[in-house]
């Protein structure tokens, strides 16, 4: 494959030093930034964070910070979850949706205090559009991109690292909660989150210049935790149904298609952009639905389009992220598909790179 040559206009991260001594493989572009994507192999990688621990330079997963009294307003405006419950130290997934209740981004929304937000996007222009909002709405808020980078720590060894660099406490934090935690002098946000199903957490680094001190130090407490250098895992995100923005869903689909429906108070989020839309979809019910997929035969090729997906010589749906599993013996795979052939047990058509391959329609995804 051809490589991706950096800028200004694909930048670095405050870990990219030690991302690059541990011996990054390959890279793609999120949010305008490197995003690493294989150090040994996908699957090496698959199994060592399935068994010990990593450190995830997750930089990309840039922050929209909301300052101001009307930040609130604004964060609600943006979501179909109804926030008026969510206390300060409280992290929630969120959807965002436009005026005809497409998906715009599906990230972490993090309450600091009852005038400060930090929204933790997926790979969108979403600033651009939250400042728009509150630009045409006159709303009493600044919006920007604060110097926050998150580094994750995920792996069943997460709180045993975790708890040699910032003390025991930290191993208290519930899940989507966080903490501040002391690091060289610097109050860091905590949470217990992260893109995987092993369980850990993400460090919001707030400042540059302790990107480097923090990862060495995670690094060189970990050592005999056979810490090593990962990145969100293609195999062990599909197993878990853990769904990519941009990939398994854009614009065009809306939460209840891509099976986040339970995350949408519609009735409850008075003044969500795109309510009146989303309360109609509610109504009538999707059409079309994220399912897992179960792939027959010899481990599929990379996944790097939309597949077809088909019944009979008639498209029903698409794939858009396939793996061979080793823990589960299988191709596994995330698509979208028509509410005619969505049932568990529906045998289908995947129509691969490789030519066609039998399939069937899963119940729930594998972890």
Not at 11 to 32: I, L, Q
Not at 110 to 131: C, F, G, P, Y
Not at 252 to 280: M, S, V
């Amino acid at each position: 494959m051809p490589v991706i040559s950096p800028s200004r206009r694909v930048r670095r991260t405050p870990f990219s030093d030690g991302v690059e001594a541990a011996g990054v493989k390959g890279y793609t572009v999120y949010n305008r930034m490197l995003l690493p994507t294989v150090f040994e192999s996908v699957e090496a990688d698959y199994r060592h964070l399935k068994d010990h621990v990593q450190v995830w330079d997750v930089a990309c997963e840039r922050q929209v910070e909301l300052r101001g009294p009307d930040a609130g307003r604004l964060v609600q405006m943006l979501t179909p979850r109804d926030l008026r419950g969510m206390e300060t130290g409280r992290c929630f997934y969120v959807p965002i949706v436009d005026e005809t209740g497409g998906m715009l981004n599906d990230p972490v929304a993090v309450k600091l205090e009852e005038d400060r937000w930090w929204i933790s996007i997926a790979d969108s222009d979403l600033l651009l559009w939250v400042k728009g909002v509150a630009y045409g709405y006159r709303l009493d808020v600044l919006v920007d991109e604060p110097d926050v980078s998150p580094l994750a720590v995920q792996g069943p060894q997460a709180d045993a690292l975790m708890a040699r660099v910032f003390g025991d406490a930290v191993g208290k934090v519930k899940f989507f909660r966080f903490g501040r935690f002391d690091f060289q002098g610097r109050s860091l946000v905590i949470a217990r989150s992260g893109y995987s199903k092993q369980g850990g957490f993400e460090i919001y680094v707030e400042g540059s210049d302790i990107g480097m001190p923090l990862w060495n130090a995670l690094m060189e407490a970990g050592s005999d935790l056979q810490v090593r250098a990962g990145c969100p895992n293609l195999i062990e995100r599909i197993e878990g149904g853990l769904l990519s923005y941009g990939n398994d869903m854009t614009d065009d689909n809306t939460p209840h298609e891509c099976g986040l429906g339970r995350f949408c108070d519609t009735q409850a989020a008075i003044g969500c952009i795109g309510r009146d839309a989303l309360l109609r979809v509610a109504k009538e019910g999707p059409v079309q639905q994220v399912r897992a997929i179960e792939i027959t035969g010899d481990p599929v090729p990379r996944c790097d389009r939309v597949w077809p997906v088909t019944s009979k010589g008639e498209r029903v749906g698409q794939v858009t992220s396939a793996a061979h599993s080793p823990d589960f013996g299988t191709n596994v795979a995330i698509g979208m598909v028509r509410m005619t052939h969505w049932d568990a047990g529906t045998q289908v058509q995947v129509q691969t790179p490789e030519g066609p391959r039998d399939a069937t329609v899963r119940d729930g995804f594998w972890a």
